[in-house]
């Protein structure tokens, strides 16, 4: 069984974990988290104010450079959509054509996992 039909690594479970809670925390559309290189995560949620939008997974890529990250291992969006084109843009300039990211519904499931 693929990533994409339900099987992940733990520590990609562990980032669905965070986003998830994120999500629920701050009572967003969709939360996001990250792992960069060294092992850090950053979470953050969507964000929608009059004057800036972002989608969660912007974010934590925004709170992942922000903090010095210097490259992405994998990458997790809770959400009822799917990241798009800029998002997935957002990742492969962080972490590189190839880095994962995993898609799960609010509940935390695993929907699909593609690449950046």
Not at 63 to 89: N, R
């Amino acid at each position: 069984m693929s990533e994409s039909e339900g099987m992940i690594d733990p520590e990609d479970a562990k980032i669905i974990t965070l986003a998830r809670s994120t999500r629920a925390r701050n009572r967003a559309d969709e939360g996001a988290a990250v792992r960069d290189l060294d092992g850090r995560t950053y979470t953050a949620s969507s964000v929608v104010l009059p004057s800036l939008s972002l989608s969660a997974l912007q974010a934590a890529v925004v709170v992942a450079v922000s903090s010095g990250a210097q490259g992405l291992e994998a990458v997790a969006v809770v959400t009822t959509g799917e990241p798009d084109d800029v998002d997935v843009a957002a990742v492969m300039e962080l972490g590189g054509a190839g880095t994962p990211v995993h898609v799960a519904d609010p509940d935390g499931t695993l929907v699909k996992t593609r690449q950046a």
